[in-house]
C-alpha cells in the first residue's frame, strides 16, 4: 500500500516563498490524481491544488490561484507544490493526498490516501 510523506514546511515571512514535496513509498503514485490540501486552526480542509494522473490539468481554487503551482514526478513518484507570494492566511498544516480518480477532483471524499501533514507558518 502507497504511503505519503510530506516535507518542505515551515516558517517564512510573509511574501516568501516555499515548496513542498510529497513523495510516495511502498508503490508509485499510479495513475491517479494528485492533491494538496489544508488546514488551518479551527477551520475545515480546503483544496490547494489538484493535478491529474498525466500531470497535463491542474486546478487551483481561487484563494491560491497564481501563487501556486502543483506538478508531479511521476519517476521519482513525488507531487510537488510551488507557494509563491506566501500570506499569513495561508498559515495550516499541508497535506498531501491521492484520489481513487485519475481526472482531478476537488470532492476530499475522492481522496483514500492522505499523509501525515506539514506545517506551514507566514508571519507577518
Known amino acids: 500500500q502507497v504511503q505519503l510523506v510530506e516535507s518542505g514546511g515551515g516558517l517564512v515571512q510573509a511574501g516568501g516563498s516555499l515548496r513542498l514535496s510529497c513523495t510516495a513509498s511502498?508503490?508509485?503514485?499510479?495513475?491517479?490524481?494528485m492533491a494538496w490540501f489544508r488546514q488551518a486552526p479551527g477551520k475545515d480542509r480546503e483544496l490547494v491544488a489538484t493535478?491529474?494522473?498525466?500531470?497535463?490539468?491542474?486546478y487551483y481554487p481561487d484563494s491560491v490561484k497564481g501563487r501556486c503551482t502543483i506538478s508531479r514526478d511521476s519517476a521519482n513518484s513525488m507531487v510537488l507544490l510551488q507557494m509563491n507570494n506566501l500570506k499569513t492566511e495561508d498559515t495550516a498544516v499541508y497535506y498531501c493526498?491521492?484520489?481513487?480518480?485519475?481526472?482531478?477532483?476537488?470532492?476530499?471524499?475522492?481522496?483514500?490516501?492522505w499523509g501525515r501533514g506539514t506545517q506551514v507558518t507566514v508571519s507577518a
Open positions: 493526498a491521492r484520489s481513487r480518480t485519475v481526472g482531478i477532483t476537488p470532492a476530499q471524499s475522492d481522496y483514500d490516501t
Open positions: 493535478i491529474n494522473w498525466s500531470g497535463g490539468t491542474t
Open positions: 511502498g508503490r508509485s503514485l499510479g495513475t491517479y490524481a
